[in-house]
C-alpha cells in the first residue's frame, strides 16, 4: 500500500488528538520529561521496540532527563503520513508508563 501525504488539516487533526505533539516544518516532533537519566533510558529502548514492530523509525535523541523524537516518512519525500501519527499514538500511550511527563 503506497504511504500518501496528509494535508495541513489532517496533520492539525491528528495532532489535536496528541497532546504535546507539534507539527515543525516537515516533521512531527515531541519531547518528555522524566525522573531520572535511567528513566529516560528505559524510555528510548521501549520506543525503539515500538518502532521495529511498525518498522518505522523517528530521529531518537537521549538527553539527560529527556527524550525527544521527530519523524517524518522518507518513502513519502519526507511529508507527513498516518505512519507517522500512528508511531506518535503508540509512544504517547507507553510514556506514561516511564513517568514522562
Do not use: C
Not at 489535536?16 to 529502548?45: C, K, M, N, Q
Amino acid at each position: 500500500m503506497p504511504v500518501v501525504p496528509l494535508s495541513q488539516q489532517e496533520i492539525e487533526d491528528r495532532l489535536a488528538e496528541l497532546p504535546g505533539w507539534t507539527l515543525d516544518g516537515d516533521r512531527i516532533r515531541r519531547s518528555y520529561r522524566l525522573a531520572s537519566h535511567f528513566a529516560a533510558t528505559a524510555l528510548v529502548v521501549h520506543i525503539a521496540q515500538v518502532q521495529e514492530e511498525l518498522d518505522h523509525h523517528s530521529d531518537l535523541v537521549l538527553g539527560y532527563d529527556t527524550v525527544s523524537l521527530s519523524v517524518n516518512t522518507h518513502s513519502a519525500g519526507g511529508a507527513v503520513t498516518e505512519k507517522d501519527v500512528e508511531l506518535a499514538r503508540r509512544v504517547e500511550a507507553l510514556a506514561p508508563g516511564h513517568g514522562a511527563q
